[in-house]
């Protein structure tokens, strides 16, 4: 059992550990995934403002959809206006959800003036191919 | 405990999921992580090659190494020879004790030839600053 501060604190993080269940069950899973790199450059002047739209978005999307596997929002250090995001979702219907939801659809219409430019990078993990097993969030802390 | 069907499983996925430890024991060490994306453009008559030494190396990395947190390998959709790989070692000398394994010298040797371009990006993820909170492994499987 996950215990309540490992789930407030992986909610932060905007990222929920995974791991795959047996492949004998079901083994197809892995190909519908959807992963993808998001890559928005911010103007300076809405940095804050945007990095704080990006955590509630994050952390509410993982929170509350179970098709949501990851979404690992980074910044680089050199250049701290361009923000690269690791989203990944269980699955075209999942992603097309996500675009509906009140959190979703309230970063979007709240950020298009925060953001310089923005594009979405179709992403293949290197083995999906060859593992053919689901991808699942599992969220157990061990100590 | 995790069972030996997902320890083999998240190697093959070369990532291992994580979670923190509770805030009260370390509140620094978030802050120690080293995250980089690595971006690589492969030669398209070595791409089968290059990845999979690149599967190897992650999947080895995350094996060995209690320092490693997370190897992600992708490629981009629309460009197969672009990679990106996302890395999240547990701070600098977890980094540079990888830089001395035997996989990671193996892999650094024997692909040179294959790489057309490399630039490796270092990154913040979004929360570090606001967790302080340990960032380790966890690799517990449940269904």
């Not at 047996?22 to 990095?51: G, K, M, N």
Request: proline share 7%.
């Amino acid at each position: 059992m996950m215990n309540k501060l490992a789930f407030v604190l992986i909610l932060a993080m905007g990222c929920v550990p995974v791991t795959f269940a047996s492949p004998d069950t079901e083994t197809s899973r892995t190909d519908d995934l959807v992963v993808r790199v998001a890559e928005i450059e911010v103007f300076p002047e809405w940095l804050d403002a945007y990095l704080a739209a990006a955590r509630t978005v994050g952390a509410e999307s993982v929170a509350k959809e179970p098709g949501v596997v990851c979404i690992f929002p980074m910044r680089q250090k050199e250049n701290p206006c361009s923000i690269r995001i690791v989203e990944i979702y269980r699955d075209e219907a999942a992603y097309k959800a996500h675009l509906q939801t009140p959190h979703f659809r309230a970063y979007k219409e709240g950020t298009p003036h925060m953001i310089k430019s923005l594009k979405l990078v179709p992403m293949s993990p290197l083995d999906a191919e060859g593992m053919k097993l689901i991808f699942r969030k599992n969220t157990v802390e061990r100590n």
